[in-house]
């Protein structure tokens, strides 16, 4: 059986996504799509809008063969990590193909993986953010620069396949309308970035015409999750815990839960999550860093968990149809 | 400057506590009253229905002079170890009388005391409970059972004083109308007991003729406390903290941990603080026990700060009238 494979997050599935689907099963019409899903938290260190199960049931409704999670401690990553997870994972499950949106679908990412092969960069330098000298490093190594989040993703997608799965056959698709951190719902057209699908969650009504018909229930039915909700617990857990304790927590460096803790005491109650990490935030440590670092402070998870998660990988199923179940046993005979 | 102590929660401060103060002042009129009071956690293992500073200030509106803390780590604790701490703090600021209410005033607390100095009893009976040892060695040494709470508390504070205050003037007075942990407002007279003022706290006119003019005021404007408060917080650290991380909190004993964490897991997300605790108790992890053990576990209280504590005693100021300011000039100079 031949399987084609889309790494994603979901936070919720929306018309982009459907059409990303759609596309797949037009361009590969037997194949199986296996969809590597993170779970209930994201790459960028927030909790999803709606938990695994209910984003894997919404995949599967829009024409998706099996949902797996990519697990947490190698998903809550630096983008060039998390593309290895993601990468990693449908290897793992035989998949020949990996599509995703990129804003320049004609580059090729192979090549450009290949020129940036042997990508290093300084990360010893104090005041520039990781990401910032990652792209500059890209810069330097492919000869031009890449900006856009999905083109950067795309390009870590092929670098992580060079070695983790040399065979596998990358397809970038051009990415539809909607800017990745658009935060209004577009006027014209059934496409919305997730943010601002996320942005009007209380309203059904105005964005019913951005989703399918299960996110569409989901979004009338079910709970949504943001860091608001964590947040009392966060503060909860920044007050009473020693930074002897908070040391333990995975990707705590160089001494921030000083100023992690010292940001909270001297804020009124009032404080928000955003507001709080605003003034916690530097140069080196990024408001996506600190997000990470908040939900693996706000989960108690120490670095020896992800070190046990990265030396023993493993793919937790989260859903499949009648395609997607013939798919795994085949691969369990292999 | 001659000075009497009392050693007090006031959860909150009401008209027996005021009958009490009303009757040093009677008695000895040039004294100073000092007031040994609980923080913002009880003896018992629970919050305080307002915070220490509130407390404070009712109790000086009502005659007191000084109000001391006794310092968390020292105060929540067993019944004995709670006097223990009373009288030192009191010791420590030069006090001459202490006078507490007690069921039977007539009881001779000092002989009591001298009686029972010896006291001994066997921890490691596994099927009884701390405070039913301690009654029955008690018993066995001074020749009658003595059970009501208040007395209980009289002949532990007159056992401290053998050892931390010998020259101590004990001085017991008969303990008014309401019972101690009766759950109901009385129809008639002025006195109620704090627990039936609590249960009753969000009807301030219910309460108005227990209280003062301070509590009163307290009892409208501040937000009162509870474990239903803390109990979110207590559920999210029992479900994140390793049963590692949960060895080094002070009291846990006996992988109790483990039955506490396992009776959050395998109930209803709808579970409170009084169903779960119910849950965990066993013949020797008592109500009480497990209270105190909850509250050391939210607030990330460890072993070694509470040793830290009773091998360091200080105490904190909480508030003073003039009388009291001076007193403690007065000491300063000793």
Redesign the interface.
């Known amino acids: 059986m031949h399987a084609t494979g889309i790494i994603a997050e979901y936070n919720p599935f929306h018309n982009g996504h459907q059409y990303q689907i759609n596309w797949v099963k037009e361009h590969f019409p037997a194949t199986t799509l296996i969809i590597a899903m993170s779970g209930n938290y994201l790459q960028r260190g927030e909790p999803a809008c709606f938990d695994k199960w209910v984003r894997a049931r919404e995949a599967l409704q829009a024409g998706a063969d099996l949902v797996v999670e990519i697990p947490f401690g190698l998903c809550m990553q630096p983008a060039d990590r998390f593309a290895q997870s993601g990468v990693a994972v449908l290897q793992q499950l035989g998949v020949e193909n990996l599509v995703f949106g990129a804003e320049h679908s004609n580059y090729d990412f192979k090549d450009l993986a290949q020129k940036s092969q042997d990508l290093t960069w300084d990360y010893q330098q104090y005041n520039i953010s990781y990401a910032a000298l990652y792209q500059q490093a890209v810069k330097e190594s492919v000869g031009f620069e890449i900006t856009q989040p999905n083109d950067l993703l795309g390009l870590a997608y092929a670098r992580a396949a060079l070695t983790l799965a040399p065979t596998l056959n990358l397809v970038p698709i051009q990415r539809q309308a909607a800017g990745y951190h658009d935060q209004k719902l577009p006027t014209g057209g059934h496409i919305a970035s997730a943010t601002a699908i996320r942005q009007n969650i209380h309203e059904p009504d105005m964005v019913k015409k951005f989703v399918g018909a299960q996110t569409w229930m989901d979004i009338k039915q079910e709970n949504s999750v943001t860091w608001t909700n964590l947040w009392?617990?966060l503060r909860?857990r920044l007050l009473?815990?020693?930074p002897e304790?908070l040391a333990t927590i995975y990707g705590m460096a160089e001494g921030i839960q000083y100023r992690m803790q010292e940001q909270l005491q001297l804020a009124p109650v009032s404080l928000d999550f955003d507001a709080w990490l605003k003034k916690v935030k530097t140069k080196r440590f990024t408001y996506t860093r600190l997000s990470r670092l908040a939900l693996a402070t706000?989960?108690?998870i120490s670095t020896a968990e992800v070190e046990q998660a990265w030396a023993h990988p493993f793919v937790r199923i989260l859903g499949f149809n009648r395609t997607g179940q013939k798919y795994l046993s085949t691969q369990k005979k292999k």
């Open positions: 009392p617990l909860y009473t815990a020693t304790q706000v989960l108690n």
